[in-house]
């Protein structure tokens, strides 16, 4: 790996890469972000809005308690999010531990869901409190079972105590086991790593290890995917794709529950990284309950008016 | 995967059924609407539609408003507690909030200015200073200016169109708390907010004569200046007409405060924190299509970081979203009038034949209206007219420096001094800089902050006086022990 030249591996190198990265300062990241809350998005930007959002959805279900008819459930509904509109687009994946991948693969191949992803958390997701040992043994597992997409989590006491090159590694190691088929998102822990600063810092330690998408939050930490942090994320995207010519994508995950808020992260995307960005293969939402709302919010569009919640289902 | 589309959005216009504009208005004068015997037309910027005949005061119009403001002044304003005052201005601030998306609307009917700006910051602020001001109406002696201080008595206020609402609030708001009357001339351009604002003013039942508002151009506000029954003269516009007045007061007893014009530097160090850096350059100079005093005209950018700096404004320039002000998606907005429009084009023109290398975003103009597309000149030099004079559009002169004490020799090397920007994640520069700006402001890490707290006002021939926080308080008291 050549890390598109930015870095050659060694510590050295990644930390005078990490060094030249300018700072953020909290309250302009704040002030951007609610700024750009206040777009108004209406009628057939609305529509667009809402449809594309379904695209991007990874419909998720992390519990210790899911079982493999709810897994299937969720597939059927990520195929077919509207059992009785067949105009409603399906989501970009479906995200789940990797007991649940060849679960998940299985049912969606049966229903003609090819095209839908299983995306599954691995490297002792939700923590990341495991040997490297483990974390490749977890994700082969995962990648055995058919999983699409591997979201990754980092050792977030490793960056907190500076172990940068530990971090990377680690990414690094992972992404091999990847290859170039399956896509691998990163997930920071947003909420843990604190400031702009330091996310910041993770995005571009992460897209230099290779990282295909650099996600915000594992949805078992609050706060998790919170506009200023996405739009420093969309910042980095952004100035990466300057230096190295290679869009990463960003998936925010963790707090995102109704059409107000996918509509306000699908505008922070168009306004900082760019329209470029507007697409699934960059651009994800971790979300459960999101997509109710956003069915609801579109059937409220059609017919004029709010239908109750049980013309949507519950899972 | 589908392919990505333009996230155009669509026209999201904000309703001005919830304004009532009359087709003419007189002036208001001890409490009443008054009728006015000449009349000229108020326009929307951003169509070039009639809104209005606005009254145009001469002498005997001007004459009983004084009146009329001596004579509140005398039998109630100067008798009520400050406690009684201080109810009157809560008053007051709490209708501008339950009206605050007419007062809004009619903001961006009257100016051009968009109506997240007039939704987000005018009004909001506005009501702010009143309810700043109604706290402090009676605890004037705790203020630090001394315990027999005395309110001046009349006050001829004087605002520009660039914020009327919220230069209203700014003039009429501390005068009031400090038991003053008020003669209250609006911008010509921009009446209708201070119009609205008497109609406030009645319904608050603020006895009659406390607030009088006469309309008018330029004519109107001599006669103001040179009134014989005003005590104290406020006024907040160009550096010209400022020195007209400092002029026409100096040889009375009126008391005088004057906010005037300015052409701040913003520095960029290259530890700065670039995004919001960036940030803090389109808002320092394209907030209100750059019609602000204070706005960030001169950017100066240290050597080092002029390619990555310069790279990214323009990208976030192109994405300004420059039309029509009610849409609630407008970041920029209509241009005030004709007349400053071409000022604007031929201060553009001149930069242009300096040798300046002008880049504007690019941008569809609605077909009516005075527009300007947000324009950055680069190789600029202290020599060049558009360094030094202020343009008060959304034009932006850049300039470079290599250390940070040119830098500083450079932002004080103008006759203006309002504001100041600075921007660096280093603590230590941040106090050293601010301390050798010479300007009234300064910003660090973020630029055109206003708040009713912080004293506003300039330097050298940026102004006398400040306004709001306690020093504001003291332009509209006597008695302070230094006259």
Redesign the interface.
């Known amino acids: 790996m050549n890390f598109y030249g930015l870095v050659d591996g060694t510590e050295a190198s990644l930390k005078k890469y990490l060094g030249a990265l300018s700072g953020v300062d909290q309250v302009g990241a704040d002030a951007r972000a609610a700024m750009l809350a206040t777009r108004s998005i209406k009628t057939s930007s609305k529509r667009w809005a809402i449809d594309t959002a379904i695209s991007m959805v990874d419909l998720t279900t992390l519990e210790g308690a899911d079982t493999p008819g709810k897994v299937q459930a969720l597939c059927t509904k990520a195929v077919r999010p509207d059992p009785m509109n067949s105009d409603v687009p399906s989501v970009g994946a479906v995200c789940v531990y990797n007991d649940m991948v060849r679960i998940a693969r299985t049912h969606l191949d049966s229903i003609g869901g090819e095209h839908v992803g299983v995306a599954a958390v691995s490297t002792a997701f939700p923590s990341g409190r495991a040997s490297i040992e483990v974390k490749i043994q977890d994700t082969q597992d995962a990648l055995d079972a058919g999983a699409s997409e591997i979201d990754m989590v980092i050792d977030r006491g490793a960056f907190l105590r500076g172990d940068y090159i530990g971090v990377f590694n680690e990414i690094v190691q992972i992404r091999e086991l990847c290859g170039t088929r399956v896509h691998l998102k990163v997930i920071f822990e947003t909420g843990e790593l604190v400031t702009y600063d330091n996310v910041r810092k993770a995005s571009f330690l992460a897209m230099a290890a290779g990282a295909d998408f650099i996600k915000t939050s594992t949805g078992k930490v609050t706060p998790a995917a919170t506009p200023p942090v996405v739009l420093v994320m969309l910042e980095a995207v952004r100035d990466f794709y300057t230096m190295t010519n290679t869009r990463i994508g960003v998936k925010p995950a963790g707090g995102i529950k109704n059409t107000k808020d996918a509509i306000k992260q699908l505008v922070l995307v168009n306004e900082t990284a760019g329209p470029e960005w507007l697409t699934p293969s960059l651009f994800r939402i971790g979300a459960s309950s999101l997509l109710n709302d956003l069915l609801m919010q579109r059937m409220k569009m059609d017919d004029g008016y709010y239908a109750s919640p049980a013309y949507v289902t519950i899972d | 995967?589908?392919?990505?589309?333009?996230?155009?959005?669509?026209?999201?216009p904000e309703s001005r059924a919830i304004v009532r504009i009359k087709p003419t208005y007189g002036h208001f004068i001890a409490g009443k609407f008054v009728t006015g015997r000449k009349h000229f037309p108020t326009i929307n910027p951003a169509t070039e539609e009639v809104l209005s005949q606005i009254a145009l005061a001469g002498k005997s119009e001007v004459d009983s408003a004084v009146a009329a403001a001596r004579k509140a002044y005398i039998t109630t304003w100067s008798k009520l507690s400050g406690k009684e005052r201080g109810k009157y201005l809560f008053r007051i601030a709490r209708i501008m909030q339950e009206r605050a998306r007419e007062f809004a609307v009619l903001e961006t009917l009257d100016n051009g200015k968009p109506i997240?700006e007039s939704r987000?910051v005018d009004v909001p602020l506005a009501a702010a200073h009143f309810f700043y001001h109604a706290g402090w109406a009676d605890k004037l002696e705790f203020a630090g200016l001394g315990t027999s201080t005395k309110p001046h008595g009349v006050a001829g206020q004087i605002i520009p169109w660039n914020f009327p609402l919220l230069m209203l609030a700014w003039k009429v708001a501390p005068a009031l708390a400090t038991g003053n009357t008020v003669v209250l001339k609006p911008a010509e351009s921009t009446s209708l907010t201070a119009l609205l604002f008497a109609e406030v003013c009645q319904q608050a039942e603020l006895p009659a004569g406390v607030v009088n508002i006469v309309t008018g151009d330029g004519s109107t506000g001599a006669l103001l200046v040179n009134h014989p029954g005003i005590d104290k003269i406020a006024f907040t516009g160009s550096t010209e007409v400022g020195k007209i007045i400092a002029r026409a007061v100096a040889p009375t007893n009126k008391s005088v405060t004057l906010e005037l014009g300015g052409k701040a530097a913003n520095i960029i160090f290259d530890?700065?924190?670039?995004?919001?850096?960036i940030?803090?350059i389109v808002n320092g100079v394209f907030f209100n299509q750059g019609h602000v005093c204070c706005a960030g005209s001169r950017l100066l950018l240290q050597e080092s970081i002029v390619d990555e700096v310069l790279e990214k404004l323009k990208v976030r320039m192109a994405?300004i979203r420059v039309g029509d002000p009610m849409d609630?998606?407008t970041d920029l907005g209509a241009i005030n009038s004709k007349e400053q429009l071409l000022k604007i084009q031929d201060l553009s023109r001149v930069g242009e034949s300096e040798g300046g290398a002008r880049w504007s975003a690019p941008c569809d103009f609605p077909k009516k209206g005075f527009w300007f597309a947000p324009t950055i000149f680069t190789g600029v030099t202290q020599a060049h007219r558009i360094a030094r004079e202020e343009i008060f559009g959304p034009v932006l002169s850049v300039l470079t420096f290599r250390t940070p004490q040119e830098a500083m020799d450079k932002a004080n090397n103008t006759p203006f001094g309002l504001s100041a920007g600075i921007w660096s994640?280093k603590g230590s520069r941040i106090l050293w800089a601010s301390q050798q700006l010479r300007a009234g402001v300064i910003w660090a890490?973020?630029f055109n902050k206003f708040d009713p707290t912080s004293p506003f006002g300039g330097y050298k021939e940026s102004g006398w006086g400040r306004e709001g926080g306690r020093h504001g308080l003291s332009a509209y008291l006597k008695g302070l022990g230094h006259e």
Not at chain 2, 4 to 12: E, T, W
Request: hydrophobic share 30%; net charge negative; charged share 40%.
């Open positions: 995967m589908e392919t990505s589309v333009n996230f155009d959005y669509a026209p999201a997240r987000d530890d700065a924190a670039i995004d919001e850096a940030e803090g994405k609630k998606n994640e890490n973020t």
